[in-house]
């Protein structure tokens, strides 16, 4: 990557209920829990960690419902991010309710609503004018009309020699789309950041296969492979073989929710700055280890 130039994330901004319990849900009765209802969504969380990591320029192309429309914008500004929102009249802004037990793991309850309802008509060519980098969220290619829109920002960028990364997004819904349909929509991309379970799955290897068979393989397809790994770090692969492993920065773990989207906009930060791919997975790590203190997957 070059060290000058905007930043451009294409992806999902969605309102984020997190509840944090303490005890095991009790079914068909409470459960004592701390709710928040913050701003979100995977590609608006990893724009909003590249600016709070980095020196670049940070713009945001994603859909959101007109009720909610203002707050977003408001929260990604303060950020630092430059949005640029797409504003749906038949959709509400996509709603993800993340219950967080007390080891910090969480699970989702995901309502798309208007993230995935970007189109082709949304994208415009100047919004990689001045961009370094394109960052698209796996999200996108997880539904038709957004899919469109990723293979088009995808290629604009190729045409312009504009760098791609990509992060897969969702083990669930990689299984729906297919892992090989996923290879094939993302070819041209230059990174790849999948956690341990999404590298397994695209590289079409068992669950308890080791991640860096994954990792290696999956390099053979993209040119540069970061394997996130929660508490283990980060694995860093290129041409077929691993050739960096990364130790997690210590954290106490509070919310889990974000922190890969922490670590890809810390990564990117790092690369737009000049860093080489391992130092830039340990700026990585170091923006996971502070998503994970605090709720919610903004900083």
């Known amino acids: 990557m070059t060290a000058a130039g905007a930043l451009l994330v294409v992806g999902d901004v969605v309102t984020d209920v997190v509840a944090v319990h303490q005890e095991p849900l009790a079914p068909a009765t409470d459960t004592p829990a701390r709710i928040r209802t913050l701003p979100g969504g995977a590609g608006a969380n990893a724009a909003c960690w590249a600016a709070r990591t980095g020196t670049a320029e940070v713009r945001l192309l994603a859909r959101v419902g007109t009720g909610s429309a203002q707050w977003h914008e408001q929260a990604l500004a303060a950020a630092g991010v430059q949005p640029r929102l797409v504003l749906d009249a038949q959709e509400p802004t996509g709603t993800v309710v993340a219950l967080v037990g007390r080891d910090a793991e969480r699970t989702f309850l995901t309502d798309s609503g208007a993230a995935l309802r970007l189109s082709p008509a949304d994208w415009a060519p100047e919004l990689l004018d001045g961009a370094a980098h394109l960052h698209l969220s796996g999200y996108l290619f997880f539904a038709d009309s957004s899919r469109e829109l990723a293979l088009l920002a995808l290629r604009a960028a190729r045409a312009r020699g ?78 077929g073989g691993v050739t960096a492993e990364v130790a997690a920065e210590p954290a106490v773990a509070v919310d889990s929710t974000g922190a890969g989207d922490a670590f890809t906009g810390g990564f990117l930060a790092a690369r737009l700055a000049g860093a080489a791919p391992a130092a830039a997975a340990r700026a990585g790590c170091r923006a996971a280890a502070s998503a994970v203190a605090r709720l919610g997957g903004r900083p």
Do not use: Q
Not at 187 to 200: I, K, M, S, Y
Not at 201 to 218: I, K, N, S, W
């Open 162 to 239: 504009v760098p791609v990364s990509v992060d897969p997004a969702s083990a669930g819904f990689l299984r729906v789309l297919g892992p090989r349909r996923f290879l094939d929509c993302v070819a041209g991309a230059e990174v790849l950041l999948p956690n341990e379970e999404e590298a397994r799955l695209l590289a079409g290897l068992p669950e308890r296969a080791g991640v860096r068979r994954a990792a290696a393989e999956l390099s053979l397809r993209v040119p540069l492979v970061v394997v996130t790994r929660g508490a283990a770090g980060a694995l860093v692969a290129e041409a």
